[in-house]
């Protein structure tokens, strides 16, 4: 018996073959090391916030509190009921 191959099962597989391709495009364009600076590394932002843990802990809280009175008010309340 012959198994026949449908057009949803040939265009999963397309894409799962143009998802696979570039991908492997994507990592041969950013997956290599790069060189860098120490000096100008020491003197970034990235490098200071990465020391400086306060105000990012701060902001995640925050962002934590403003998502959970988001889905709060998204759901029903006891006054809703009467």
Do not use: C, H
């Amino acid at each position: 018996m012959k198994k026949r191959v449908t057009i949803n099962q040939l265009a999963e597989l397309i894409i799962l073959f143009l998802l696979l391709w570039g991908g492997t495009l994507v990592w041969k364009q950013f997956g290599t090391k790069t060189s860098f600076n120490k000096d100008l590394m020491e003197t970034s932002f990235q490098y200071w916030f990465w020391l400086q843990r306060g105000p990012d802990l701060a902001i995640q809280a925050g962002l934590i509190f403003a998502g959970a009175l988001g889905i709060a008010t998204l759901l029903p309340g006891g006054r809703d009921k009467k």
